[in-house]
Structure formats: structure tokens, C-alpha cells
């Protein structure tokens, strides 16, 4: 006796979406042989969830493990395919298509999947059996928070600028600073993109710079809806490095650092959890002395800045607070044949402005492990590269590990680049 089950996004094989739009798709279930089924249900679920550990030591020298946790839900939606009248009901040999549609809350944040939580949705569905164990056949789509750069303050699109000095051994013996300066065009970027960083460096000093480092970092706070607890992570996604500076020089740089694909930036729509990126300069210096760091925050979207725009911005939303969100319960339905094939493809973000390329899509550079909980077996602790892919059909466990996948613009900066190439990106000043 077997039972087969396929879920299909419309029109949308790698099962991408924008809060706010239509998910859609049909549930195909094939049976060899008659089978008798309390009920079949389909389930839409958008979850955050974290989940860590930390060993506490109390004054007694006894070390006790303590659980931190926080769980938010996004959609919890469900609709019955078949359900018995009155203990079971038999479900015919065959094929059997349900094809269903869902409203995705304009609010919900973007999927993610980090070490110590994600942001997860899911279409399950499960077929509850008599005297039998059920079934249960899940597959996880990608939601994408709609992150309008045009939309998010005039900030983003001024230049930005931040500097430090540093200087070595003390009084009477101090020396003269070490000057890090860093400068950035704006501070909105989309992955695809290459961030022009300028970093000026002004030794006065007697210490030699042997190295600089420049990074996009994206950084990751975990919550525990239970405690005032927290855990943090730190991802290097991008990084460049130049030849140093001797003492008694100043010298000016300038770093192509490009955007890879990556989730965006997150404050306002999830409780436990937030992505926020910077850029840092580090200059590596001879000897035991400290480095010197400097950064700037920047803020990564999905539909990136408009050069029209930036001279017009449009007005600013109204902001949303964050509060908890009254779930529907009947917001997945059911469609007949007439009604699946006459629904309309839904509109990008990014579609307004015609001089947009449609993005690519691939897996963000930081994945690794997903939350480890005592039911979840935890992937291999390792980058996963981005890649080519094709759709899928495999149903998995609804525990199953997940990448989701984030949108790379090819923005032409060919008269940029051209400009460029005539300027020697390391100059003696």
C-alpha cells in the first residue's frame, strides 16, 4: 500500500514569495489501492523559533545546563481535504488534486536559519489514519520581507562617514595617532551590488601597518521570550584585504566589497529575532599592539535604491508596531479548477521601477547548523555555497533542514567600473 504526496507552487517552482502576496499552489495524492482515512488536513505555518543552552555555575561549584527558548508565530492556517462523517472515510484508488491559495501577512518577516533559531514556513500536509500511525508530507517555501530601500529614509542614500585614532605607549613616551578613516557613497545596498568603501589611513605614528581588513558583517541577536537572556552571532559575508601602511605615511584606499546573497536587514518585524550588517576596517599592526577598528552600519534590502529616487525619496511609510498578530485561521482555502487557473501572477516589488533586472536567486553564505533541539537532528556544520537549482518535488519531514533562498540584483555599473579603472585604488598621499 502506498501513498504518494506532491505539493506545487503556481507558476512558482522554487516556492519564493513576498509578504504580502498570494501563495498558491496544488496538493496531488496518489494511492495504489483503497485506503480508509479519519481526515487528510493542509496546514500553512510561519514560525519564528530560538532555542540555546549555556552552563551556569552556582555558589555551591555545581554547573546545571540552562534552557533558553522563544517561539512566534506568523501564519497558522489550515483547511480540511478530506474528513470523515463519522469514524472514517475511504479514500479512492487514483490521483486526487486540491488546489488551494493563501494570503501571506504584509508583516512577516524573511525566512532564515540560523545556529541558534530560524524563521520557517512550511505547507504540511498530514493524513490521519485509523489504528495506524499518521502521515505527515511537508514543504518549506521562502518568504522575503519587502525591503524598499527608496522607502526607508533619506539616510540611506547620503554619504556616510566614521573615523578613530589610536595612539601607542604612554606619557611621556605616547606617539602621535594613528588615524583610520572610514567613508561610504550611502548606506543602502542590495545583495548583488558592490559597496565602494574608501578608507584613508594617516600613520603619525612610529608603529608600521602591516595589513587592512575591510568586511560586511551581518550580526544576529537571539531572544528569549522567557528570560532578559540573549545570544549573539557574528558573520563575516564578504571581506577584502590591502597592503599596509608604513609610519610617517598616509596613504588612501579604496575596497570593492560586493553583496552577496543574504537575508535582509530586520529590526521591526520579528520579537526574537534581528539581523542588522556593518562594514568594518580593521588595520593590522606590527608588534603586540592592538588593532585599530572603525565601522559603519548599513542597511541591506531587496529592492534597491533608485537613482531617480534619491533625488525625490518617497514619503516614508507609516511605521508598524510590533505587536502580536491576530492569526487567520481561515486564510487558506480551497479552489476549484476554474478559480485556481484564473488567478493572476502577482506583482514583484521591484516591478514599479522598469529599469530593474529581475533578480537571481541563491542560498546566503552564512548558512550553517539550524537550531538544535532534542526532535531536530542538525545539518552538517558547514558553509553550504551558492549554487544553481532546480525545483523539487521531494516531500520531507516537517523537521527537515531548509535553505531558503534570497534575491541577487545584476545591477549594470559599467560606467562606474569604467570610471574606475583609471584610478589606482591604493594612492600614496
Same mark, same amino acid.
Given at each position: 500500500?502506498?501513498?504518494?504526496?506532491?505539493?506545487?507552487?503556481?507558476?512558482?517552482?522554487?516556492? /519564493?514569495?513576498?509578504?504580502?502576496?498570494?501563495?498558491?499552489?496544488?496538493?496531488?495524492?496518489?494511492?495504489?489501492?483503497?485506503?480508509?482515512? *479519519?481526515?487528510?488536513?493542509?496546514?500553512?505555518?510561519?514560525?519564528?523559533?530560538?532555542? &540555546?543552552?549555556?552552563?551556569?555555575?552556582?555558589?555551591?561549584?555545581?554547573?546545571?545546563?540552562?534552557?533558553?527558548?522563544?517561539?512566534?508565530?506568523?501564519?497558522?492556517?489550515?483547511?480540511?481535504?478530506?474528513?470523515?462523517?463519522?469514524?472514517?472515510?475511504?479514500?479512492? =484508488? !487514483?490521483?486526487?488534486?486540491?488546489?488551494?491559495?493563501?494570503?501571506?501577512?504584509?508583516?512577516?518577516?524573511?525566512?532564515?536559519?540560523?545556529?541558534?533559531?530560524?524563521?520557517?514556513?512550511?505547507?504540511?500536509?498530514?493524513?490521519?489514519?485509523?489504528?495506524?500511525?499518521?502521515?505527515?508530507?511537508?514543504?518549506?517555501?521562502?518568504?522575503?520581507?519587502?525591503?524598499?530601500?527608496?522607502?526607508? !529614509? %533619506?539616510?540611506?542614500?547620503?554619504?556616510?562617514?566614521?573615523?578613530?585614532?589610536?595612539?601607542? *605607549?604612554? &606619557?611621556?613616551?605616547?606617539?602621535? $595617532?594613528?588615524?583610520?578613516?572610514?567613508?561610504?557613497?550611502?548606506?543602502?545596498?542590495?545583495?548583488?551590488?558592490?559597496?565602494?568603501?574608501?578608507?584613508?589611513?594617516?600613520?603619525?605614528?612610529?608603529?608600521?601597518?602591516?595589513?587592512?581588513?575591510?568586511?560586511?558583517?551581518?550580526?544576529?541577536?537571539?531572544?528569549?521570550?522567557?528570560?532578559?537572556?540573549? /545570544?549573539?552571532?557574528?558573520?563575516?559575508?564578504?571581506?577584502?584585504?590591502?597592503?599596509?601602511?608604513?609610519? *610617517?605615511?598616509?596613504?588612501?584606499? /579604496?575596497?570593492?566589497?560586493?553583496?552577496?546573497?543574504?537575508?535582509?536587514?530586520?529590526?521591526?518585524?520579528?520579537?526574537?529575532?534581528?539581523?542588522?550588517?556593518?562594514?568594518?576596517?580593521?588595520?593590522? @599592526?606590527?608588534? &603586540?599592539?592592538? *588593532?585599530?577598528?572603525?565601522? %559603519?552600519?548599513?542597511?541591506?534590502?531587496?529592492?534597491?535604491?533608485?537613482?531617480? %529616487?534619491?533625488?525625490? =525619496?518617497?514619503?516614508?511609510? @507609516?511605521?508598524?508596531?510590533? @505587536?502580536?498578530?491576530?492569526?487567520?485561521?481561515?486564510?487558506?482555502?480551497? %479552489?476549484?479548477?476554474?478559480?485556481?487557473?484564473?488567478?493572476?501572477?502577482?506583482?514583484?516589488? &521591484?516591478?514599479?521601477?522598469?529599469?530593474?533586472?529581475?533578480?537571481?536567486?541563491?542560498?546566503?553564505?552564512?548558512?550553517?547548523?539550524?537550531?538544535?533541539?532534542?526532535?531536530?537532528? $542538525?545539518?552538517?556544520?558547514?558553509?553550504?555555497?551558492?549554487?544553481?537549482?532546480?525545483?523539487?518535488?521531494?516531500?520531507?519531514?516537517?523537521?527537515?533542514?531548509?535553505?531558503?533562498?534570497?534575491?541577487?540584483?545584476?545591477?549594470?555599473?559599467?560606467?562606474?567600473?569604467?570610471?574606475?579603472?583609471?584610478?589606482?585604488?591604493?594612492?600614496? /598621499?
Amino acid at each position: 500500500m502506498v501513498l504518494n504526496c506532491v505539493i506545487d507552487f503556481k507558476d512558482n517552482p522554487f516556492g /519564493i514569495y513576498y509578504a504580502g502576496q498570494v501563495i498558491s499552489g496544488s496538493v496531488s495524492l496518489n494511492s495504489d489501492e483503497e485506503k480508509l482515512v *479519519n481526515a487528510i488536513i493542509l496546514k500553512i505555518k510561519g514560525f519564528a523559533m530560538t532555542y &540555546w543552552t549555556e552552563d551556569e555555575t552556582d555558589a555551591d561549584n555545581k554547573t546545571t545546563e540552562e534552557t533558553y527558548s522563544g517561539h512566534e508565530d506568523y501564519i497558522h492556517s489550515k483547511v480540511e481535504l478530506l474528513v470523515a462523517e463519522r469514524t472514517k472515510v475511504a479514500l479512492a =484508488p !487514483g490521483t486526487h488534486v486540491y488546489n488551494f491559495a493563501c494570503q501571506i501577512p504584509a508583516v512577516c518577516p524573511s525566512s532564515f536559519e540560523g545556529t541558534h533559531g530560524r524563521v520557517r514556513y512550511t505547507v504540511i500536509v498530514k493524513v490521519i489514519r485509523p489504528w495506524k500511525f499518521d502521515l505527515t508530507y511537508s514543504r518549506p517555501f521562502t518568504v522575503l520581507k519587502v525591503m524598499d530601500l527608496n522607502r526607508e !529614509g %533619506l539616510f540611506l542614500s547620503t554619504p556616510a562617514q566614521s573615523e578613530d585614532l589610536k595612539t601607542y *605607549n604612554c &606619557w611621556p613616551c605616547r606617539s602621535e $595617532p594613528l588615524r583610520l578613516q572610514l567613508s561610504l557613497p550611502h548606506r543602502g545596498f542590495v545583495p548583488g551590488q558592490t559597496i565602494p568603501v574608501g578608507v584613508l589611513i594617516t600613520n603619525d605614528s612610529h608603529i608600521g601597518v602591516e595589513q587592512i581588513e575591510v568586511s560586511l558583517v551581518m550580526m544576529v541577536l537571539y531572544y528569549s521570550q522567557h528570560s532578559v537572556e540573549t /545570544i549573539s552571532e557574528r558573520f563575516v559575508v564578504s571581506k577584502k584585504q590591502g597592503e599596509g601602511v608604513t609610519r *610617517n605615511c598616509k596613504k588612501q584606499f /579604496i575596497f570593492d566589497l560586493p553583496v552577496p546573497a543574504t537575508p535582509p536587514t530586520c529590526f521591526d518585524l520579528c520579537r526574537i529575532i534581528q539581523i542588522a550588517y556593518q562594514v568594518a576596517v580593521e588595520t593590522k @599592526v606590527k608588534g &603586540w599592539h592592538l *588593532n585599530e577598528r572603525v565601522h %559603519l552600519p548599513v542597511t541591506i534590502g531587496n529592492v534597491p535604491l533608485s537613482k531617480q %529616487l534619491i533625488q525625490q =525619496p518617497r514619503s516614508m511609510p @507609516v511605521e508598524v508596531e510590533v @505587536v502580536a498578530q491576530q492569526l487567520d485561521e481561515k486564510a487558506l482555502v480551497l %479552489l476549484d479548477e476554474a478559480a485556481a487557473a484564473a488567478a493572476t501572477p502577482t506583482v514583484n516589488p &521591484w516591478a514599479a521601477d522598469a529599469s530593474i533586472d529581475p533578480p537571481s536567486y541563491a542560498e546566503a553564505v552564512h548558512i550553517r547548523a539550524g537550531p538544535i533541539k532534542s526532535n531536530v537532528k $542538525p545539518a552538517a556544520n558547514k558553509p553550504r555555497k551558492s549554487q544553481q537549482f532546480s525545483p523539487s518535488t521531494t516531500q520531507t519531514k516537517e523537521n527537515c533542514a531548509f535553505t531558503p533562498l534570497y534575491a541577487v540584483f545584476h545591477i549594470n555599473n559599467q560606467t562606474e567600473n569604467a570610471k574606475m579603472e583609471d584610478i589606482d585604488r591604493s594612492t600614496w /598621499i
